[in-house]
């Protein structure tokens, strides 16, 4: 009887919480494709942005664009480098209570590194299969990745995938993606 009067109040409350945590993600995932789109306006446009919060709080940790040209470094994704940042900046390798937003589904390298990094959580923007409509894409969805890893790592995607598919579409990033040895 307890437990009858007890679970729908916990489940009410749960609702709320995810409820809340879709509008923060939202929001988070504008602004992160937003940020993402300065680069569009420059000598080298990406459609890819990633930045890590802390899951609690909600406090930024780190931020970072795609640098695999400027860099020279074909592992130089947005989510690589971000979690590399990260992690010197707290002078640790693990990111347990930590939550990755990336503006695109991470690829099979960049999940693999999100989960050795312990992430709690991956929020991802448009899909491997939007972005492979304009370079090449190694086609494993980052929940089989997940899925097939020992860690615990919940991933949760498309969020606001219009927003981010738009900076795939932008006149900027179509001239670029032209120039890309990737490019389809
Ligand atoms: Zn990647």
Redesign the pocket.
């Known amino acids: 009887m307890v437990r009858s009067t007890m679970e729908p109040r916990e489940r009410r409350s749960e609702a709320l919480d995810a409820a809340a945590l879709a509008v923060l993600d939202g929001e988070r995932m504008r602004e992160l494709a937003a940020w993402t789109a300065l680069t569009l306006e420059t000598a080298s446009p990406v459609p890819f942005g990633a930045e890590i919060l802390n899951t609690r709080t909600g406090t930024q940790l780190m931020r970072a664009h795609n640098a695999v040209a400027p860099e020279h470094d074909p592992s130089s994704?947005a989510?690589?480098r971000v979690i590399r940042l990260a992690c010197k900046k707290l002078e640790g390798f693990s990111l347990s209570g930590y939550t990755l937003y990336t503006t695109c589904e991470?690829?099979p390298?960049?999940m693999a590194c999100a989960l050795w990094a312990g992430l709690d959580r991956v929020v991802y923007g448009a899909t491997i299969e939007d972005a492979n409509r304009f370079c090449r894409q190694i086609q494993i969805p980052a929940t089989e990745v997940a899925s097939r890893s020992d860690m615990t790592c919940t991933v949760d995607g498309p969020i606001e995938q219009e927003a981010c598919v738009a900076l795939f579409t932008h006149p900027n990033m179509q001239r670029a993606f032209k120039t890309w040895s990737s490019k389809r």
């Open positions: 994704h989510e690589v991470p690829c390298m960049c």
